[in-house]
């Protein structure tokens, strides 16, 4: 049974203007937040710094039991996921097999068009210290910052594909903004058609496609990848798979699992650019070449053709 | 004499807010924890309206403002949030508990789920409004939805098995 005692609402009465004040003040920090001051950014940071240790020793036990539980979960469906993992592997020998032979194609390709070698990317890996949890946030603090070069628009990545970008950098620990997060936007291509859009979170499970031809055809289960326009992120790593809904909309589910996140890569050699005229390379069109242009003995997928005597 | 007795008087009211601070502090952390878990994987449940509740309403404890505010502060600045939505959450919550409960509405203070169901929904639906308005776009609503009803469910579990200890402790003692 509820009590409400009279001592209690005696104190409520006298504190009640105090509690509107203090309203105010939050609307105002919250107006503050939003504004993006420098001041702001740093006292976030510091704190940050200052609050790790004890978040993460606090979500550590919590983390531990969730673990416990989750190999006693999949302990029970060992055996359907060891058959499932047997035919995969068996997929990918063959898979394989056919990579490695295009692989010299390509190099020779490449070096016959004399093509830009690929700048290796240099990455800092780092442990994600906080949950995603939060209703209205969805962001992770690691335990790297400043002190390994880490700079405010890095992307984040994990084994899988992209996680998010740097938001905030303090001196030990930075914090990432998720993809399926609200304020998320990334440029991104869709690999089969070539079509650009821009996916934006909902802080839920999926992304939203904007921005995308009304041309364009989406397929379920079309791989869709970073473009690279605007430079802020490198080209080429994966987001997730295209998903039709029941209303016939089309949306992102990610590849990566946000709630198993332990160790996330920053890849430090991407510098954010600002968006000036100069440096702002726009939306080019990304339509796959005509055959025209191909290379002569060479099909559009890059094999070789071997063309009879008659042709 | 009795200015050493108000001394003490106020370092004893200043170390218990020190220790409600710390334990709200544990608890909205413990919340966000629990994303870990699969079940809460879209959502987790606000557990610290449903500690916040029970303390004022059935244990007598008035947390001051000021330790909801940092406290709403600082779990802001750990999880990334927009610096205050906590506060303001937390805040409205207790003004809601105050001025629907204790002042005005449930003076037989009955029927506390239903209560405590209209005084959440009314603080969330606030700060979610405001979301919304810095935002300037509808967010998924499928989390909000989880979060708000996995909370309404959790709370008579807790009220429940608190009932069941206190029953146990009191058998006990006899």
């Not at chain 1, 200052?50 to 036990?61: D, E, M, Q, Y």
């Not at chain 2, 879209?42 to 500690?51: F, K």
Request: proline fraction near 4%; charged fraction near 15%; include cysteine.
């Amino acid at each position: 049974m509820v009590s409400g005692k009279p001592s209690n609402l005696k104190s409520f009465k006298s504190s009640k203007n105090f509690n509107f004040i203090l309203i105010l003040l939050c609307l105002t920090l919250v107006f503050l937040g939003k504004l993006d001051l420098i001041a702001i950014r740093n006292i976030k940071a510091f704190l940050s710094d200052f609050l790790a240790p004890v978040t993460f020793a606090l979500n550590k036990p919590v983390k531990e039991i969730a673990g416990v539980f989750e190999d006693v979960k999949s302990a029970g469906s060992l055996r359907e996921e060891n058959i499932r993992l047997k035919s995969e592997v068996r997929k990918l020998k063959v898979i394989n097999s056919k990579v490695s032979s295009q692989e010299l194609e390509l190099l020779e390709l490449r070096q016959l068009l004399k093509v830009l070698p690929e700048r290796k990317n240099k990455i800092i890996t780092a442990r994600a210290i906080t949950a995603p949890g939060g209703v209205f946030a969805n962001t992770v603090l690691i335990n790297a910052g400043e002190d390994y070069g880490i700079k405010v628009g890095q992307p984040a990545i994990s084994s899988l594909g992209l996680v998010g970008y740097v938001v905030n950098v303090s001196l030990k620990t930075s914090r990432i903004l998720l993809i399926i997060d609200i304020n998320s936007l990334i440029p991104v291509y869709l690999t089969n058609s070539n079509w650009p859009a821009v996916v934006q979170g909902q802080s839920g499970k999926l992304l939203t496609l904007k921005f995308l031809s009304s041309k364009a055809k989406p397929i379920d289960g079309e791989v869709v990848q970073t473009s690279g326009h605007g430079g802020r992120l490198p080209p080429g790593i994966n987001i997730g798979k295209i998903v039709k809904s029941f209303s016939g909309k089309f949306y992102v589910k990610p590849i990566i699992d946000f709630q198993r996140l332990t160790y996330i890569s920053i890849i430090t050699n991407k510098t954010s650019q600002s968006m000036s005229s100069k440096n702002f390379d726009g939306f080019a069109p990304l339509q796959k070449p005509k055959s025209s242009i191909n290379l002569k003995g060479f099909n559009l997928s890059g094999k070789r053709v071997i063309e009879s005597p008659e042709n | 004499m009795i200015k050493h007795i108000k001394n003490f008087y106020y370092f004893y009211k200043f170390s218990k807010s020190i220790l409600f601070f710390v334990f709200l502090f544990f608890t909205l952390n413990f919340q966000t924890s629990l994303s870990f878990f699969s079940i809460f994987e879209i959502s987790t449940p606000s557990l610290v309206s449903i500690v916040i509740y029970l303390c004022i309403v059935r244990f007598n404890i008035n947390p001051s403002n000021i330790i909801l505010l940092l406290t709403g502060f600082f779990h802001d600045i750990v999880i990334g949030n927009n610096l205050g939505i906590t506060s303001i959450f937390l805040l409205i919550f207790k003004y809601f508990i105050f001025r629907l409960i204790l002042e005005k509405i449930n003076k037989k203070n009955q029927e506390e789920w239903i209560y405590f169901t209209i005084i959440f929904i009314f603080s969330f639906s606030i700060v979610f409004l405001l979301n919304l308005i810095i935002s300037f776009s509808l967010p998924e609503l499928s989390p909000i939805f989880f979060h708000v009803g996995v909370t309404l469910i959790l709370f008579p579990i807790i009220n429940i098995s608190i009932n069941f200890f206190s029953y146990v402790s009191r058998l006990i003692k006899s």
